[in-house]
Nanobody
Framework: QVQLLETGGGLVQAGGSLRLSCAAS????????MGWFRQSSGKEREFVAA????????YYRDSVKGRFTISRDNAKNTVYLQMNTLKPGDTAVYYC??????????????????WGQGTQVTVFS
């Protein structure tokens, strides 16, 4: 089992920045990729970013490219999502997820086995 805890959400004005953290505990010695997803009110959950164990492969949804940066510190079992130039459209609950599946896509929720509880990000104009 892997437990994931997201922190760092909050209320920010458009154009501002937030940094989300996701701390993993439990079965952390296993190899896993990490992803961030978000879900806004009335919409389906959507992929935001993902990073492989080594950090050698990173993926972003098009709308956040150039604004968001995913990174990880394996010594701390933590993955981060630096969000800059935030827009009201980024408002959502952000979830981190862990994938133990080496052949699963990281761009869809089905590729992940473990999920955090989420942290709210609200961007106002």
């Amino acid at each position: 089992q892997v437990q994931l805890l997201e922190t760092g959400g909050g209320l920010v004005q458009a154009g501002g920045s937030l940094r989300l953290s996701c701390a993993a505990s439990g079965r952390t010695s296993s190899s896993y990729a990490m992803g961030w997803f978000r879900q806004s009110s009335g919409k389906e959950r959507e992929f935001v970013a993902a990073i492989t164990l080594s950090g050698g492969n990173i993926y972003y949804r098009d709308s956040v490219k150039g604004r968001f940066t995913i990174s990880r510190d394996n010594a701390k079992n933590t993955v981060y999502l630096q969000m800059n130039t935030l827009k009201p459209g980024d408002t959502a609950v952000y979830y981190c997820a862990a994938s133990l599946c080496s052949r699963c896509t990281l761009l869809a929720g089905g590729g992940y086995e473990y999920w955090g509880q989420g942290t709210q990000v609200t961007v106002f104009s």
